[in-house]
Each structure stands twice: as C-alpha cells, then as structure tokens.
C-alpha cells in the first residue's frame, strides 16, 4: 500500500525453498500433539512459552463483538487457566466490558512466535466472583490499583494532563492507605467450548488440531492445514 509520498508498507517475502529447507533441519523435536486433555497441552505450551517467548508468554488477543455485530480484538494478559476456563481482568465499563455484557461469548487467540505455535479458543463467559476479583487486585502493584480507580477505560481522554491529574486525586484520596478494588473493575472467566492447538510447519503444511466439547468429554480431529 503507497500512501501520497509513495512510500510503501514493508511486507516480508514468503520463504524460499532453501529457507524452509533449513527450517526443517533446525526443527524441534517431534510435536507435542496430545488428543486426550486440551488443557494438559495448553499448560505445557504455555510452560515452553514462559520459558521461552521474550515478552508477556501469558498475552491473547481476546475478540468480542459489538452492539452492532461488529468483531473488536485487543490483547490482554491470561492470569489464570484450568479445566475451569481462562480468567483475565478488567474495567468492566470499557469497551470489552459492556461488549461482554451484552453478548457474553469470546475468542482467545495465543500467539508464541518464538515456539511458532499458537492456541485459539471459543468458548462462553461469565464473571468472576467478587472473592476472586479482591484477591487477584491486591496482588497488583499500587500504583496499577491506583490506575484502576482513575483510568475510565475506552472513554475519550481530553490529554495526557487529565490522566495524570486524576491519578494524582486518587492517590491523595487513599493516602497511603490500603486500595480497595473498584466496584467497576473485576474480571472474567471463558469456559472453552472448543480449542485449535496450530504448529508451524515448513511450506505452510501445519499442524491443526481440534478439541470439541462434547458430553463427558472432548472429541478430537485434525484439519487440513
């Protein structure tokens, strides 16, 4: 794409053969691809990723849809996974908030470019206890607890100056005192209805794998990649 100027966005050239050929001789060792336990595998690839992956292993693009049906993604940050579902907290007057709200079902996508793996997820939504959020925001550091309380999330920002002086406000309000959760912050928990465990493979023949929810248990499949 050119804009006026005639500068253009640098895309990345597919691979060559002999690059995908070198791919294959520096591969990792065979996959591990699990059909019995979605979440046994998830806790293993996410294990690889902290050890691994630079930066946040525990970040996932969570998609929703708006009051018009419009998808939105943002990335957001995992701070809990079992076979009890995927939790992450939040404003829940922002934008993802109210879409959740409103339409209580979600996408998770994992990306690890390090692992060249990735984990999607769909599954339904709910909130998290009020136990759960407390414990989770007295975790944070103070001055995020403070953000929490001055930050109106997805609103308009008159400028940076605005931000600064409401933080400023609310840390004068709790002196240095402890910072209770707001009421408006709290968190949710996405139970999996499904999941796709993908792994790069050269000349684009991936790995695809598929966990269904189904009675008793979880059905399995492969996918073309």
Do not use: C
Request: proline share 8%; no cysteine.
């Amino acid at each position: 794409m050119s804009d006026k100027t005639g500068s253009k966005s640098i895309i990345p050239p597919s691979p060559s053969e002999d690059e995908y050929v070198r791919q294959v001789t520096q591969a990792e060792p065979p996959p591990l691809l699990s059909e019995e336990d979605p979440f046994a595998l998830f806790t293993a690839w996410l294990a690889d990723a902290g050890e691994k992956e630079l930066n946040d292993p525990n970040a996932m693009a969570l998609a929703t849809v708006d009051e018009t049906g419009a998808p939105d993604v943002r990335m957001v940050l995992l701070k809990e996974a079992g076979p009890e579902g995927f939790v992450f907290f939040t404003n829940l007057e922002s934008a993802k908030g109210r879409q959740l709200a409103a339409n209580p079902k979600a996408a998770l996508l994992f990306h690890w470019k390090s692992l060249r793996r990735q984990v999607r997820v769909r599954g339904t939504v709910s909130p998290v206890s009020a136990a759960e959020a407390d414990a989770y925001f007295a975790t944070r550091a103070r001055p995020a607890q403070i953000g929490a309380w001055a930050s109106a999330q997805s609103r308009e920002l008159p400028d940076r100056l605005a931000l600064e002086k409401k933080i400023a406000e609310v840390g004068l309000r709790f002196g240095l005192g402890k910072v209770a959760r707001p009421p408006h912050w709290s968190g949710f928990r996405l139970e999996p209805t499904a999941f796709e465990f993908w792994r790069d493979r050269p000349f684009r023949l991936h790995e695809r794998l598929v966990f269904e929810r189904a009675a008793g248990g979880w059905t399995t499949k492969r996918l073309f990649p």
